[in-house]
């Protein structure tokens, strides 16, 4: 009988064992863009790096193009426990903190080298405003360059005046002001509707997301202005991740890293790729004329001024510490 019982106990062993040898953590992860989107390319590939070093351990169901959560509720699903993993747009939390909107200040950051100097300056700013809510950022995505979507040619951008235009952030919504628009914060989602209840008639957006709406459906001009190079990002609940084996939260990380600088790369390719997407399907695809570059100059220096006098010590040494990278 003992032994019955002895061999019983070693086979339970065994199982429990080899068991746990094969648990598996599946995480959901929430986006707000369709699945041929650069930002989504990116998320696939930490997707597979944290699967294939994981060997399974550690698997990531992505939800994209808002299926699951709409964008601007991602960040709070993450906070709250509703899914481990999402993907955010910083200029969407531009009424919060001056910090959030820095990149959507015209010219502040009009290329991708300045840009990455940016994120730089931010990165400590955005970590420290995140961990102290429960969540760690993984990723950066820069977003590629903006410009206007139009029904006519931009020229001097004298047309504006009392055009619907849609944009996505606070700060974005005060440029589209300043230029005359009648500017509305619309989500990515909703904005097919919107054209098509003449909600808007305009966006001001990257060559990217005319391509994620189809624009040329609805306007047959994109002007590009460069001008800014808002930045999305991974984040995932601390929660979550701290109850992982310190292996696994190695692998995240490490996958996390590396989604930065994929996306880097993928957001330049897909910023000329998608113009050319754009004139294929038939769009009238120029740049800015030195006239409205001006304007959106000048436009960007009374919203620093406006942006300085709204943010804190520690959003302002940001700022400097920018600046001294420039230099």
């Known amino acids: 009988m003992n032994k019955m019982i002895k061999t019983g106990t070693a086979v339970a062993t065994i199982w429990m064992m080899a068991s746990a040898a094969t648990a598996q953590t599946t995480w959901v992860m929430a986006s707000g863009y369709p699945e041929d989107s650069f930002f989504t390319q990116t998320i696939r590939q930490f997707i597979e790096q944290v699967e294939t070093e994981s060997e399974g351990a550690l698997t990531i169901d992505l939800r994209p193009n808002g299926e699951l ?10 906070q ?5 993993l999402g993907e955010i747009r910083f200029g969407v939390y531009g009424n919060e903190n001056p910090m959030f909107a820095l990149d959507s200040l015209p010219n502040v950051a009009g290329d991708y080298d300045s840009a990455r100097l940016l994120m730089e300056a931010q990165k400590p700013w955005f970590d420290q405003e995140f961990e102290a809510n429960g969540m760690t950022i993984l990723s950066y995505l820069p977003w590629p360059g903006q410009g206007f979507y139009t029904n006519f040619d931009a020229g001097d951008g004298a047309d504006f005046a009392g055009v619907k235009l849609r944009i996505y952030s606070p700060a974005t ?5 300043l230029l005359g628009f009648q500017a509305t914060i619309l989500p990515f989602a909703e904005i097919p509707q919107a054209f098509s209840t003449s909600l808007i008639q305009s966006l001001f957006t990257s060559a ?7 624009a040329w459906d609805y306007v047959s001009h994109f002007t590009y202005t460069g001008s800014m190079h808002n930045k999305n990002a991974i984040i995932v609940s601390q929660r979550d ?20 600088e994929t996306a880097w790369e993928l957001s330049q390719m897909a910023g000329k790729e998608t113009a050319r997407r754009l004139e294929e399907n038939g769009m009238i695809v120029s740049e800015a004329s030195p006239e409205l570059q001006a ?11 406006e942006w300085s006098s709204e943010a804190g010590p520690e959003e302002l040494a940001v700022l400097e510490a920018y600046q001294a990278m420039l230099e």
């Open 241 to 260: 991740l701290a109850r992982l084996d310190p292996d696994l939260q190695e692998i995240v990380i490490a996958a996390g890293n590396k989604a930065t």
């Open 295 to 305: 304007k959106l100059a000048e436009i960007g220096v009374q919203m620093m001024e």
């Open 208 to 214: 990217q997301t005319g391509n994620d709406i189809q």
């Open 69 to 78: 959560i709409k964008l601007d509720a991602i960040r709070r699903a993450v």
């Open 173 to 177: 919504q005060r440029m589209g002001d």
């Open 80 to 84: 709250s426990g509703q899914i481990q």
